[in-house]
Nanobody
Framework: QVQLVESGGGLVQAGGSLRLSCAAS????????MGWFRQAPGKEREFVAA????????YYADSVKGRFTISRDNAKNTVYLRLNSLKPEDTAVYYC???????????????WGQGTQVTVSS
């Protein structure tokens, strides 16, 4: 079992930045691929970014590539998502997830946090 708790969300103006954190507890955090997803009001949850267990590989949705950066610290059991150049369309609840299978699909992740709200004002 892995428990995930996100933090760092908030209200920010367009063009601003935030750093989201996801603290994990439980076994074998370092063996999991970690991902971030988001869900905007009235929309389905979508993939944002993922990072391999060994930090060697990262993956990004086209909509955030060049603006968001995913990272992790296995010693601290924490994964981060740096959000730069934020746009109003980035407004969503952001979820972190842990998994070992498919990278961009929800079904590839076994454990989920409860989410943190990011609101970008224009």
């Amino acid at each position: 079992q892995v428990q995930l708790v996100e933090s760092g969300g908030g209200l920010v103006q367009a063009g601003g930045s935030l750093r989201l954190s996801c603290a994990a507890s439980g076994r074998s955090f370092s063996s999991y691929r970690m991902g971030w997803f988001r869900q905007a009001p009235g929309k389905e949850r979508e993939f944002v970014a993922a990072i391999s267990w060994n930090l060697k590989t990262t993956y990004y949705a086209d909509s955030v590539k060049g603006r968001f950066t995913i990272s992790r610290d296995n010693a601290k059991n924490t994964v981060y998502l740096r959000l730069n150049s934020l746009k109003p369309e980035d407004t969503a609840v952001y979820y972190c997830a842990a998994g070992r299978a498919v990278i961009t699909a929800e079904y590839g992740y076994d454990y989920w946090g409860q989410g943190t709200q990011v609101t970008v004002s224009s």
